[in-house]
């Protein structure tokens, strides 16, 4: 039996409108609708609350619905989210440089100089890529403050080591 019809017998045989059941779980209520007209299925995390919500196995709920098993051992892949990426993909990267940079033998000064111009643009880029709409809907007038610190600062310190670098140079 497919999940969406499964959720709905249960959720009616439980008297609880979708409003409800997406109340308990946390969700929109249009998410329910989503899943009671097969128009997308639910995460793992929801499987597992809706199981236990109507007390009911996982494997009872989601019997007979190979599209929505697929899903879920899909599901079970470790996905960073886009600021995990960030800081796990820059260690990983920044140690992969530093070695190739050690093994090359290029002088400091060099490397140094074209870090602090690769970084610079980076931090421009995601600068310039974010959703602001967002952030700055999350941001406090403090975190504003301490933000333009904290900007002042990067660029102030690119800035005078590209300088310091560019003047050693000539």
Same mark, same amino acid.
């Given at each position: 039996? &497919?999940?969406? !019809?499964?959720?709905?017998?249960?959720?009616?045989?439980?008297?609880?409108?979708?409003?409800?059941?997406?109340?308990?779980?946390?969700?929109?209520?249009?998410?329910?609708? &989503?899943?009671?007209?097969?128009?997308?299925?639910?995460?793992?995390?929801?499987?597992?609350?809706?199981?236990?919500?109507?007390?009911?196995?996982?494997?009872?709920? =989601?019997?007979?619905?190979?599209?929505?098993?697929?899903? !879920?051992?899909?599901?079970? &892949?470790?996905?960073?989210?886009?600021?995990?990426? =960030?800081?796990?993909?820059?260690?990983?990267?920044?140690?992969?440089?530093?070695?190739?940079?050690? !093994?090359?033998?290029?002088?400091?000064? =060099? $490397?140094?100089?074209? =870090?602090?111009?690769?970084?610079?643009?980076?931090?421009?880029?995601?600068?310039?890529?974010?959703?602001?709409?967002? $952030?700055?809907?999350?941001?406090?007038?403090?975190?504003?403050?301490?933000?333009?610190?904290?900007?002042?600062?990067?660029?102030?310190?690119?800035?005078?080591?590209?300088?310091?670098?560019?003047?050693?140079?000539?």
């Amino acid at each position: 039996m &497919k999940i969406g !019809l499964q959720l709905q017998q249960q959720r009616i045989r439980h008297n609880m409108s979708q409003n409800d059941l997406a109340e308990k779980l946390h969700i929109s209520r249009q998410s329910i609708s &989503k899943w009671e007209n097969g128009g997308s299925l639910p995460s793992f995390n929801n499987v597992v609350a809706i199981s236990d919500l109507f007390d009911i196995s996982l494997d009872e709920l =989601i019997r007979g619905d190979e599209e929505l098993m697929d899903k !879920l051992k899909n599901d079970g &892949k470790i996905r960073l989210n886009y600021v995990e990426t =960030i800081i796990f993909g820059g260690i990983g990267l920044g140690i992969v440089l530093l070695i190739l940079l050690s !093994l090359f033998k290029m002088p400091s000064d =060099i $490397v140094k100089a074209w =870090i602090l111009v690769i970084a610079f643009a980076g931090k421009l880029g995601v600068l310039m890529n974010l959703e602001w709409r967002y $952030v700055n809907r999350s941001l406090t007038k403090k975190a504003v403050f301490w933000g333009v610190i904290v900007m002042a600062m990067t660029v102030t310190d690119s800035l005078l080591s590209m300088w310091i670098g560019f003047t050693a140079g000539l």
